[in-house]
Structure formats: C-alpha cells, structure tokens
C-alpha cells in the first residue's frame, strides 16, 4: 500500500500565507494525531552553523509550535551535538547559536534543550537488528520524548547524496559516540597536488588527526574518526573520500540509527519535509551556497522513507536530472532509502496528496 505524502506549495496570497499553509498541511497529513495532551514533544531540527543561512525560517518552527501547543502538546526545540569542532559541539555553544540563528523563546515559544547533553554523552542504549548497528546510542531527551516532529530542510550532503528526514533522524538524533560509529569506517585522504597548507581543516578536526607535512596536510589514521568534516571545510578540494563503498555503509548505519530514534514511538512521530533554498551541502557548514533548483514546496507525512522519496524525486524533476547524484559525484543516494525501506522505517511507495 502506498504511503501518503502530502505537498503544498510555496504559492501565498492575502487570503493565505505560508504559515497559514504549513498549518493546514499539518493538520491534513494528521501529525496532530501523534501528540496527545501533555505529551513531551520533540521538535527536531536543525538551527544552522553561525555563518550558514539555509536552515529552515523560525517563524515556520513557532508557528508549528504554537499548534501543538493548541494540542495540549509541551514543545521543546532539540537536537544532539556535533562531532566536529564548530557551533554546535556542545550543549552551551549548541544554545548560543540557537539563539543567534533566531529559535529564541521569544520567537518560537518553546526552550532549545541539546538532546545528548552538555557534552554530547547522555544518550540511551537501544537494541536493534541491523546489519552494522545492535546497540543505537541515542541521544536522551529524543528517547525520553513522548512525541517526536522531526523538521528538515532538505539539501545536498557530500556523504548521502542528499540530507532530508531519514538523516535528520539518524544522524541527528544520535549522541556524539553514536555520530562517531556511523561515521568509523568512512575515511579522507589528501590531493597533496591541490592541497594549499592553509589550516583550515586542522582547526576543525575534533581529533587532531591532522597536521602539516611540507606545507601539505597530512591525516594520520589512528586518530582519524572519519566525520568528514576535512571535506566539508576544505575550500580548494583537496580532501575526499578514499573510496564510494564507504558511503553506502555509512548511510545504511544512518537507516539503522534512525529507525532506533523511532524504536519506542509507534504512531508517535511525524514528519515535515522544507524544500527550500535547496542549498548543495549540509547546514552544518559555515556558509551556504545559492539554491540547486528554485523552491519547491513543503511536505509532511508519517513515513520517513516516502517522504524522503517524494522530496528527492521533486527536485530531481525540477533539475530535469539526478541532482544529488550529479553534484556529489561517487555517492549513490538511494542507499539509505533502500536499507531504511528493508529495516522496516517506512515504505519508498507512496502518493502525493496536494493540500
């Protein structure tokens, strides 16, 4: 049975603006449904790096908080803290640039709460029957949570083709030790030919793994944990991945994690999917690039993989081409929806219910 997607699109008027729109897609998808009165909701998003401007608007995240507030819902903004040094690495750092990037109490109504902690160790061991992962480390007021809406923007990612629900769930809602073990197995390498000696990469590598050799940087093995962000900060192309088959374990540990995110919330989660300034790389960077495509619209739905489905076959039909695959040449996006499908997080079948 086909899941059901619902779609609006980025169309407004007098009579109906956006926020009004979110709203009725909301509600017609039945995300309301997952909240029951007194219920702890997590709002899982993503507030951006300081210097990134792609990640979604607060004032959509306020009004959707404002609804589960009508709901009898109790909101609270959240994600877990990152690997690599920046912004968002912990839970004090995490707040601030929550609150610069504009998710203050006063705009959105509801605290921002780091979900793996001050640190990024307070997480929850959770069983699970995956092919890499049995044992999820999930970051802990996202388990504790009674509810969970999980808010993405949708946009490229240098090491999953694109970032959409399913990472948002299982990158995002894993603590710090769980980020690391998705990412183990995924190594960069050095174009010494293109490399410049600048630094940059060894001022955010969370490990030191990196130093220069000759004015060249240079990554040592042992310490390297494989987070990738070398690649995302290098602005003159010099560090990649050793090899693409890397990738497909890394997205379908991602899938495991995710499903581990939603292990105790049967009927519980819901899902809103922003394709907007459809920048090509992650909100985790310092900067965004101008959009791959025009906006296209909003989707919700109870099914993750549908919805990521859906999103990434809009854009590819916008583009008139696989985009993802094109722009991140060597990494075949489809992994994580097919290894989320087979776990049983959702279903890549579904249709589109324009609101």
Known sequence: MAAEVFFTDMRASSRLNLLDKLIRLFQRAGLGETIDKEDFVAVKLHVGEPGNLSYIRPPYVGRLVQEIRNLGGRPFLTDANTLYRGGRDNALSHFETALHNGFSYSTVGAPFIAADGLRGLDYVRVPISGKHIREARVAAAIYQADSLLVLSHFKGHL???????????????ASRPGKQEQHDNVLPRINKARCRGCGRCLRWCPMDAI???????????????????????CTCGAVSFSFAGDLVVLQEKMAEYALAATADKEGKCGYINFLCDISPDCDCNSWNDVPLVPDIGILASKDPVALDQASVDLVNKAAGKDLFGSHHRGTDWRAQLEHAEAMGLGSRTYRVIRV
Do not use: S, W, Y
Not at 159 to 173: H, Q
Not at 211 to 233: F, M, N, S, W, Y
């Open 159 to 173: 090491g999953t083709g694109f970032g959409g629900a399913i990472k948002n769930l299982g990158m995002g809602c």
């Open 211 to 233: 130093t220069l050799d000759g004015g060249k940087a240079r990554i040592h093995p042992p310490k390297c944990q494989g987070c990738a962000e070398c690649i995302a900060v």
